[in-house]
C-alpha cells in the first residue's frame, strides 16, 4: 500500500524509475478548475534534473500526458490521471547494481521487503517518482489559490551542510528563491553555498541540508483533533520525501530550549484578520510565531513554518564498503550522473506536499449547519 | 476526522478532560490475547499526573473498564473498548477561561474550527487524551512481543532546555529510564534535569526537551514504500502529540552537515541477523545507523531511532497577553495544577505512538504467495 | 476490522450482547447541533425489544450515556461517545450453546476466523449491535433535516412471508407504519401479518420478509462515481444488517424482467425543484422512478427507493440438527426469548443505515469553486 | 472520491470512454507473482463488445499496457498501473447528445453533481469503465488460485427477462458457460434466450436479467464482523456495476417466503474439510446452502452464492421524451452501436468484482498469534 496520499483529495502514484514512466491520479479534483498547465510545468521544470550545474544531467522533458478527468478545458471532478513516459533511460548503467545493495539506500530492504527488487535506478524508491507529486501539488496549489484568498507557498534552502541562510518567512518570495540556482534567497549565504556544493562534487562526495517553507494566507481552522492533526499529516507528508530525516513545526528544537514564557505566542487583536473557516471567532493574530502556525494541531491563521532536514545524498563516487546478494562483503563504487545536493530540488517537492495537506485538510472543515 | 490511527491495528479514541470519561476502540486486535493488565497498568501509571513532585498532582487512578471485547481472559478479536472514568474533575476552576483563549493553547484555534469549545481543562485537546494511547500502546507491544522475538520499544528523556543526555540506544533499558523521576537514564544529566525543572517550577515557567525512543528487534521489511513510509508514520504519530513540534530520525537536522560519505551506513554481513520478513534477504548488518534504522522508508533490521521535540508547556503561572472571546485585549495567568516539563511523562506516549506504528505495519506486510 | 462505516460522517460500534454493554464513537458530527435526544430515544425505543406480543420480551431501557463530544447542550464537533450498559443479561441460558454450533448463526464463523467465540447471545454478532446504528443514525438524522428542506426517511415492512403490502413510497408517513404493531401502513395485510407471525410463533418457528424504505427530499447529485456510488453504498449498508440476504434498488429484481422502453424514467420539466448540489442544472423530474432515485450511481432528486430482504430468524424453538465444537453430530433446539420475526424493529434500523449512508455522502459533495 | 477499492488489495481506476485512455492501478499485489497475461486477457475478451451478434460492435482491442510494477516477470510489490488506450473512438456521434440529457443514463445525474459533463459515450459514467474492473479481477483471481487450493469463481447468465435456467452452481464450469454466446449454461434455456435477444433488437429495444456467480474453494472465515461483512461487501462491489439495481446473497428475496425451519442450513460433520482460516474449528458441511456461504458476515466453508440483478439497457433506438440542458422537453432516440442485453459481457464483469473482494478479505484474515 502506501501509494495513496490524502482523504478528500487524495493523489495516487505509479511507476519506476526506469519502467514505463510515472504517474499520479487524483481523486476529489474540484470540477471546473481551468487548470493552467503552464503554471504545473512550471513546478515541473523546477524537480526536473539538469536545471543547473548544481544538479543532474538526467535529461527527461518531465511533460505529462492527461489521460482522463478534463473535458473542453477544465476538470470534470473525476479521476484526473497523469502520465509521465521515462525517456532518457538506460538501464544498463544500472547492472553492476544488481547483485549487491548500496549504502543508505533502499536497496537491501526492498529485497527484505518483498523478496523481488527492480534495481534499475532504485525502482520504486527512485526519487523520480516525486514527479507524481510536484504535478499533484501544482493542481492542489491552484485550487487553493481560488479558494484562500491570499493563499502563498514559499520553500526555500535553508542550510546547506553548516552554512544557514537568514530569511523572512513572512515576506520571501519565489521570485528571491527562483533567483539563485540554489534556491537561496539569502544572496550572501546562496553563493557560499554554490561554493560548497561545487566543493563537494569535487570531493566526490555529497551534503545535506534544511528546506524551510511558508504557507501564508492560511485561515485558522484547519487540522483534525488528535491524530490528524495539521502538524501531524505535515509531518507525515514531508517525512515521506526521499532522504528527509526530520521535521520541526515553528519553533522545532530550537523551541525544546526555551521557557514557557519566552515561546508562549502572545495574542493580540487582529480586526481585519480573515475570518477563521468557523466564521465565529474574533479576529487575532499572535506577536510570535513560535507555534508555526499550528496550535492544538489546527492552524491559528498565522503563515505555517516547517522545515525538512534531508540527509546528504547517498550516491557517492568513493568506495564505499558493502555487501553483495548472496551475503558476501564488498567495495562499491557509484558511476554516472548523480545531484551532489538535493536540496534546491527539493524545494518544489516540499511546496508540493505542504499544498497537497492543506487542500485536504481544507477539503475536511467540518459542516457548518445552517440552523444549529 | 481525526480520531482514528492506525489501518490494521487501528486505535480510535474519545473524550475529555472534564466530561464524563475517555476512552479507546481497538480494531483489529488479534484475537486469543491473554492480555496481561497488570502491565497495561504499569504504563498507564507511567503517564499517570501525580507520579514524583516533577509532575501535577491531579489524582486520576487512569484504572480501564473494558467495555467489549474480552471473554473469559482473552482477546475475542472483535472491537476492544476501554473507558476511563473522569474523576478528580472540579470544573469550576476553569469558569475564567471561558471568555479568553489561553496563549499557545487550543483555545482560539478549536473556537476557530468547530465555533463551540468546551473550555474545561482543555476539552478535547487536553493532553489527558493520551491516556487513551498509552493503553492502546500497551496492548499493541504484548502483541509486537509475542511476535517478534527481542522486541524491545524503550524511550527516555534526552534533553532538558540545554541538558543533553549521553546514552546508548542499543543498550538502554526501561529499568535505567525509571531509575529516575526525570526518566533519564544518565544519572548525572538527570540530577541536573531534576534541579532544572525545580528552578523553572519557582519561576512559574515552563521548559521544554526532547524525547528519544529506540525500538529493537524490528526486523527488515516493514514500511510502506512512497507516502506511508515507517518514518513517515512514525513522524506522524509522534508529530500528532500535543506539544510535539519535531521529528527526527536517525541522524535527523544534525545528519544535514554531514557529508555523504561519514553519513552512509555501511553494510556488513551479519549471518545469525534475524530473518527479514521476505524471508529471502540475507542477514546484514550495517556498521553505524545513521539511517535510524530506516531506508527507503522500510527497516533494514537495525534499531529504529527517532527523536521528539516538546516545547515548554504553554500553562504557565506568569501575567501574560492575550485576547479575550470578544477580541478585547486582557491578561492571564493561570492557576491550579500544571507540569513545569511533560517529558518525563511523555516517555511512556512516545513508546505507545512507536508500538502503534510497528504493529500496524508488522500487520501490512505484503502477502509472500506459496507459489509464486 | 469491520466496526466502522463512513468517511466523512463515522461511525465506530463497539460491544457484545452479554458483555458491559454497547457504544458508539461518532466522528464528524457537525458542531454546535442542539441533539434532540428524545427523538434519538424514539428511534431507539422503535428498535427495543419488547414493545408489543410480537417482539422478544428482553428488557432493556436502551438509554444511552453520552460519554464525550456534548457540551453545555450541543455537539462539540469532536468525537461522540455513547453507551448503552446492558442489564437484563443471564448469559447462564447460553452455556448450553457453548458446546456447539446453532444452525445459519454466526456460532461457527466466528469461531472459524477468531479461533476464539463469545457464545452468550451471540457475542459480537447478536443483533442488539444495531443499537449503537439506530443511535447513531438518529443523530444523521437530525443533521439532514437542518441541511435538506423536506428531508424524510420512512422504512416500513412491505411483505412477511408471502403476504405483500401495497404502499405508496411517495406519501407514506412514520404514522401510518408505526399504526399497527407489524409497522405494515397497508391495514388489511398488516392484520394478516400479524396473524401469520402468531400462527408461526405458535408453530415455534420464524419467518422472513422485505422491509422498504423511501427516502424524500434527497437533492441531485449525491453519490460518486465507480465504485462508491450512492446504491452501492446502500447496497453495503443495509446488506451489513443481521439476517440480510438481499437488497434491490428502486425496480430492483422485478425491473430486470422488463423492456428498456418501459423502464426508462422519462425526464421531464419541474420548474421549481429543489436545486442540484452542484446548483445549475435544471429541475427536472421523471415520470417513472423504476431507478429508484438513483441513476449512474447519484441521486436524480426523485425518492430514493430501496428494499432489503430478511430471511426468517435463525433461532427456532424445533430440533435441529447441527456439529458441536468437538465435530460431533448433536441435535439442538433453542430456549428463551426470541422473536419469530424480526420485520417491525428491522424497521428502524434500516431507516437509521439509509440515513447514515446519505449523510455521508452529503459531506462528501465535491467543492464547488468560487472563480473556476 | 469512489475511484478506488478495497482495503488491502486496492484498485484505483481513472478514464474514459472518449479520453485517451482508462486505466487501473493495483495497490497491495503480492511480490514474485507471475502473472499470466494471456488469462487476463482471456478474461478481458469476455468482457469486450463484439464478440457475437448478441453484442455490441465498438472495436476495441483492450489490450493493456503494464506502466509499471512489473519486473523481469514478476509483480515487485508496488504499484501496478495498467493503461488501456481508447481505439475506436469518433465523439462527433456524441454530439446531439450534449444538450440534452438522455433517460435513465447518468447525463442529468453528473451534470447535477459535478456543474460540468463529458458527453461522449457517458464519460466516467461509461460501462467501459469495467475493463479497468476486470484485468485488476483477473489478477486477483490469480493470486487466489495460488493460495487457496480448489478456488474457482465462476458467473453465469441465470435469466434474460422471464427466462430462468436451471444450473448446479456446485458443479457449473467456465467451459459450460462459455459455450453459447449468452453464456448461460443451461443450453435449452440459453436458445430461448438467444431468440429473446434478438428479438428485442429487432424491436429496437433492450431487457434485463440476472447474472449468478459462485465461488467455490473459499475457507470458512473470511469477513469482517459488523459493517463489512462478507456479503457486505459482495452487495457494494455487485451494486456498484452500471445497470445493477439488485443483489441477493444465498436464498436472497425467495428466502423471506421460507420458514426458518425451513431456511436454517443445518450442519453435518465433513472431516476432510479444508481448514477454517482460524485452524481450530473441525471441519462441519451444511446440509443445504440458503446461507449462500455466508454467515454473520463471515464465509463457512460452502461456496458463495451471489445473484445481481441488471435492468435493461438505457439506451434504445425509440423515440423517448426527455429534457434538454436548458430545462425545456424535448424528444431523443438513440443511434449507433449498443447491446440490446449486457448480461452475457455482464458475466465476467461480475466474477472479477467477487475475486477483488475475496482476495481483499484473505488479505484482511486476523493475525494468529503463534503464542497467545
Chains 1, 2, 3, 4 share one sequence.
Not at 84 to 108: C, G, I, M, T
Amino acid at each position: 500500500m502506501g501509494d495513496t496520499f490524502g482523504h478528500r483529495f487524495r493523489v495516487t502514484t505509479f511507476g519506476e524509475s526506469h519502467g514505463a514512466g510515472l504517474g499520479a491520479v487524483l481523486d476529489g479534483v474540484p470540477p471546473g478548475l481551468a487548470i493552467d498547465w503552464e503554471r504545473v510545468q512550471e513546478e515541473l521544470d523546477r524537480r526536473r534534473p539538469g536545471q543547473s550545474r548544481l544538479t543532474t544531467p538526467r535529461s527527461e522533458s518531465d511533460r505529462p500526458e492527461v489521460l482522463s478527468g478534463m473535458f473542453e478545458g477544465v476538470t470534470t471532478g473525476t479521476a484526473l490521471a497523469l502520465l509521465f513516459r521515462n525517456e532518457d533511460v538506460d538501464s544498463s548503467k544500472y547492472d553492476d547494481l544488481k547483485e549487491l545493495y548500496r549504502p543508505s539506500h533502499a536497496d537491501f530492504t526492498y529485497a527484505a521487503r518483498f523478496g523481488v527488487r527492480d534495481h534499475r535506478g532504485g525502482g520504486r524508491a527512485s526519487a523520480r517518482e516525486t514527479v507524481a507529486r510536484v504535478a499533484a501539488g501544482a493542481i492542489a496549489r491552484q485550487v487553493l489559490e481560488r479558494e484562500l484568498p491570499g493563499f502563498e507557498c514559499v520553500a526555500w534552502v535553508a542550510t546547506v551542510g553548516d552554512l544557514e541562510a537568514d530569511v523572512d518567512p513572512l515576506t520571501v518570495t519565489r521570485a528571491a528563491v527562483d533567483a539563485t540556482p540554489v534556491r537561496c534567497p539569502d544572496l550572501a549565504v546562496a553563493s557560499q553555498m554554490e561554493a560548497l556544493i561545487g566543493e563537494v562534487r569535487k570531493a566526490r562526495d555529497t551534503i545535506g541540508g534544511v528546506v524551510a517553507v511558508a504557507v501564508r494566507g492560511v485561515p485558522a481552522g484547519l487540522g483534525d483533533p488528535v491524530f490528524d492533526k495539521l502538524d501531524a499529516e505535515l509531518a507525515h507528508a514531508a517525512m515521506g520525501l526521499p532522504a528527509a530525516k526530520g521535521v520541526e513545526i515553528g519553533s522545532g528544537f530550537a523551541g525544546t530550549r526555551m521557557r514557557g514564557s519566552a515561546h508562549n505566542d502572545a495574542f493580540i487583536p487582529r480586526p481585519g484578520a480573515p475570518a477563521a473557516s468557523a466564521g465565529n471567532a474574533p479576529g487575532v493574530a499572535t506577536r510570535t510565531n513560535h507555534s508555526g502556525g499550528i496550535q492544538g494541531g489546527i492552524s491559528n491563521g498565522e503563515p505555517l513554518l516547517m522545515r525538512v532536514a534531508f540527509k546528504p545524498v547517498a550516491t557517492i563516487f568513493q568506495p564505499q564498503e558493502t555487501v553483495r546478494t548472496d551475503g558476501q562483503p564488498t567495495v562499491f563504487a557509484a558511476k554516472g550522473r548523480h545531484d551532489p545536493c538535493v536540496l534546491p530540488r527539493a524545494v518544489p517537492i516540499v511546496e508540493a506536499m505542504a499544498c497537497l495537506v492543506v487542500l485536504d485538510q481544507w477539503l475536511r472543515r467540518p459542516l457548518r449547519l445552517a440552523t444549529p
